[in-house]
């Protein structure tokens, strides 16, 4: 292999250490992350559709710990079969030597411990590369007794772990659940999942406890990417928040927990309104939306602590700018040159347009960080209601759901303005229907007619109907919902094109009620006539038909009989 970089497929369920794996493999220049996967058959699937890595690197250690072996072989064997020139590093936790034999007679040509230093994974790429192999020796230490024991425990509580998870599946598959059983179920799932990952790590950590290759011995680590890595705390960020917020019991941590569990249950866009967060994938979308909510709930945390001077629209600046920043380079994987100064500048490029699209439309900021913030009443309907009140933290739930939203858009939009065609996005993040150039195309172009039909027709139709439009998270998506209040002021300082849309809307709604009752006066007059008039008419005549048939009839039978 001659070429000046080594392209690269990254194939790991587990997203966090993949992102790491990414991230630490992005600082050797030769190489290029190319795409990303979930799993194994996603990856068939991305070199089926004309992906060529130079080398696919894959973890199997989740597929051997769930006990889907057949399953790996077989897609192994679909991948050799396709796919045969395709060098293959698996990077999994302790693997029998039958098993690296099996995998060997497959066609993998190298193996790395998952606990292993980027350095000696750097040299395998390079060795695979120059089409040697690489097998890391593994080197177990003396039996033991308790590890033994803890083995079989372990075994034990993740098959009961594994059926307990079936049947919950199982359950929320029902459509006709309750949304309290929905969360319930939601929840005791989230700890299963933890308890199993727990019990897998902590299990493979005491097995693999040395390794040696080469006559060089590497001491395992847990990580493979070096503690000083920009972004690897943000990685974690979301989880972090929703630990904090189920240890707290304050009215801020039941509305920010109440909106997690909304992202957690759907996300479709469910309006008749193009949002630019409908090119991500609906994982991907997730993830963004916790992202963005966890930022806004540490910056309430700090805001606490330490009140700040900066006016709304610069605390929304942040939040966009650090959830920007945090969700770029988590999903670039370092396939171009740029630094995070350099997107900072791209961002700021973009600000004067995002606050005109987009952050125009986050309303009630102010009212909603005097309410989490000073404990404020919010207004309802033109009531006010004290901070503790369902009504307010039903409000409240909404405005932070409108924001996450909105602020998600405007990420999205820095991407599509300036890195849209970046083929590890298409990959990676984007729906697969959208990883077409022309797709992308007709994708922008909707949105900016959306942009053109709000500035000059949406918006001053809402601000003629008094009333603000909201996007928020319903059981079944994200919904349109509006809020009534006044918007005089507003009104009055509409012009041009947005003002003649209010005196269109006018115009109609002073026509349209004698319009409706013309037309029905006139639908009246036509069912009269075609029913009393018309219709009698025809009824009439019929009859006259009729009986002249009838009468044609009888004198024929008469006449027979005559004859007779």
């Known amino acids: 292999m001659t070429k000046d970089r080594i392209e690269l497929l990254i194939v790991d369920r587990d997203q966090i ?44 250690g989740l597929e051997r710990l769930l006990g889907k072996k057949d399953v790996t072989w077989e897609l192994c064997q679909k991948l050799r079969q396709k796919h045969g020139d395709l060098p293959i590093l698996l990077l999994s936790s302790y693997l029998e030597p039958k098993i690296l034999r099996t995998l060997k007679t497959l066609g993998v040509q190298g193996y790395c411990n998952k606990g292993t230093d980027i350095d000696t994974v750097a040299r395998a790429i390079h060795r695979l590369a120059g089409g040697e192999t690489y097998w890391q020796e593994i080197k177990l230490p003396a039996d033991n007794f308790w590890l ?34 929905r969360l319930f179920l939601s929840g005791r799932k989230r700890e299963l999942l933890a308890a199993d990952w727990l019990v897998n790590h ?24 070096p503690k000083d890595t920009p972004n690897q705390s ?16 304050s009215v801020n ?49 700090s805001l606490q602590k330490e009140p700040s001077r900066l006016s709304i629209e610069d605390n929304l600046h942040e939040i966009w700018q650090s959830a920007s920043v945090d969700f770029f380079f988590g999903h670039y994987g370092g396939t171009i040159v ?35 913030l000073e404990k404020k009443p919010l207004i309802v309907d033109f009531t006010s209601y004290r901070y503790d009140s369902p009504e307010a933290q039903d409000r409240a739930q909404t405005l932070i759901e409108n924001l996450i939203i909105l602020v998600a858009n405007a990420i999205l939009q820095v991407f599509l303005n300036n890195f849209y065609n970046l083929e590890i996005f298409k990959y990676n993040l984007y729906h697969p229907k959208y990883r077409s ?70 115009i109609r709604d002073a026509i349209s009620p004698r319009l409706r009752a013309l037309i029905a006066s006139l639908g009246k007059g036509m069912v009269y006539l075609l029913t009393q008039v018309i219709g009698k008419g025809i009824g009439l005549i019929g009859k006259g038909i009729i009986q002249g048939i009838g009468s044609s009839l009888q004198d024929t039978n008469y006449g027979k009989k005559n004859q007779d």
């Open 17 to 60: 250490f993949r992102l790491g794996l990414v991230t630490a493999l992005a600082s050797y220049p030769d190489f290029y992350i190319i795409a990303q996967a979930n799993n194994l058959s996603d990856a068939l699937l991305k070199l089926d559709e004309g992906l060529q890595p130079d080398i696919l690197v894959l973890e199997l």
């Open 148 to 181: 033994k024991k803890l083995s079989r425990l372990s075994r034990t509580g993740q098959r009961e772990i594994k059926v307990t998870l079936e049947e919950i599946n199982n359950q929320l598959k029902n459509n006709s659940l309750s949304i309290l059983d």
């Open 202 to 225: 902590l299990i493979s950590e005491q097995i693999s406890t040395s390794i040696v290759n080469q006559n060089q011995q590497f001491p395992g680590s847990p990580a493979l990417v």
């Open 234 to 249: 943000c990685l974690l960020s979301a989880y972090e928040v929703v630990t904090e917020l189920e240890k707290e019991q």
């Open 253 to 301: 941590a039941q509305i920010f927990r109440r909106v997690f569990t909304a992202i957690e249950l759907e996300a479709t866009n469910r309006t008749n309104v193009t949002l630019e967060i409908d090119i991500l994938q609906i994982s991907k979308r997730k993830e963004l939306l916790y992202l963005v909510l966890s930022r806004l709930y540490k910056l309430v945390q």
């Open 338 to 372: 740029i630094t995070e100064e350099q997107f900072l500048e791209i961002i700021e490029q973009e600000a004067f347009i995002v606050q005109r699209n987009i952050f125009n439309q986050i309303y009630f900021a102010s009212d909603l960080l005097a309410y989490l």
């Open 437 to 506: 150039t022309r797709e992308i195309a007709r994708f922008r172009n909707d949105l900016s007619w959306r942009y053109r039909q709000e500035k000059y027709w949406d918006d001053p139709n809402n601000i003629f109907s008094s009333r603000y439009r909201l996007l928020i998270l319903q059981q079944n998506g994200i919904q349109t919902f509006f809020v009534y209040a006044s918007r005089t002021e507003e009104l009055n300082q509409l012009r041009g094109l947005p003002w003649l849309a209010t005196m269109i809307i006018e």
